[in-house]
């Protein structure tokens, strides 16, 4: 999960369909993530450029998380 103005907005929506106060949808996400927070775009931009250059040419069908622990494998 990425810190996106989507995510935000996820959040609104969330919050408002149960009553909740904002942020305590992505509060509860924090917490179980194994790093205790959300990804930011800093997080991910590294791999993406990697991956979008001449340096990852021969890797192919790989699955990488950048999800802060949530999903191991």
């Known amino acids: 999960m990425t810190e996106t103005p989507l995510l935000a907005r996820l959040d609104e929506v969330l919050t408002n369909k149960s009553g909740e106060a904002r942020g305590s949808w992505m509060g ?3 917490n179980r993530n ?3 927070r959300i990804g930011a775009t ?3 931009v590294g791999l993406v450029s990697f991956l979008a ?3 990852s040419a021969f890797i192919t069908g790989q699955s990488i998380n950048v999800d802060g622990g949530n999903y191991f494998n």
């Open 34 to 36: 194994a790093l205790g």
């Open 53 to 55: 250059s001449k340096d």
């Open 42 to 44: 800093d997080d991910v």
């Open 28 to 30: 509860q996400a924090k």
